[in-house]
């Protein structure tokens, strides 16, 4: 029995984990919140690198993953072509803004991307960009602290922070020149879409990636030998694992998941 490896600076990735679990209700996991070394999104790509490589190497000698989730934009961009070259055997998926689906959304041809400032200055996001409908106008907003109020589920923050960071993108709404989509290009983000929702209007669509992800693992696996996808009824569906304190991944897995065993906390090096 090997389980799907998942892991993120946080309790971000939880978002893409809800996902998994739907898409392959059959699967178990083990999650890794890299909490202890992050936030990710504005530390210098080296660091993320790092850590990266650690955490992977990490779930495949440890664990034995059938497969790899990388539930962070930041680390995706940073790390995921040198997971891929490391276990080239591996599937491996990795998750970026949703800009393609946004473009094929947006009625008024305005986007809004909101993402740490990391994964804006990446080369990847620069790629994923060029290769958009020039038709689209992409407006590109980092939002420094939010990955960190939402960690810490500081609610004020997380209110000061969201309102500032929508009202920096400009007119938001369906009529002509208005922005009527808004990606959410961080995997914690998702975790704030209620705020998000309130303060951007309800003719504002907000589109993460978790799903896209999910099913993209979900065909991976059926097409390598498909282990990931039996599971062992005696053990809980998700092992925790935090190299931070506990308390933010307990606290997050109680409110947006079912059924999780305790979170164990350990060293990643
Ligand atoms: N959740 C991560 C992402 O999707 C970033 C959070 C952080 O800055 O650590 O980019």
Redesign the pocket.
Known sequence: MQPIGVF???V??LSVLKALRQTLPQAQFVYVS?AGH??????DVQHVLERSAAIGRYLVQNHRVSALVV???????AAISTLRADYPSLPIVG?EPALKPAAARTRTGVVGVL??R??LASEKFAALLQAQDPKVRFVLQACDGL??AI?NADHAQIHQLCARYTQALGPLGSGAGEMDTVVL?????TFAASVLSTLVGTDVALMDAGLPVAQRTASLLQTSDGDGLTADKTEPWVELLTTGSPTALENAARQWLDGTGAVRQLNIV
């Open positions: 993120d600076s946080g971000g990735g890299d992050a936030p990710y999104g504005e530390r539930a962070c934009n930041t680390a995706t961009a998750v993402a740490t990391s994964t990955a960190a960690e290009g961080c995997t914690h983000y």
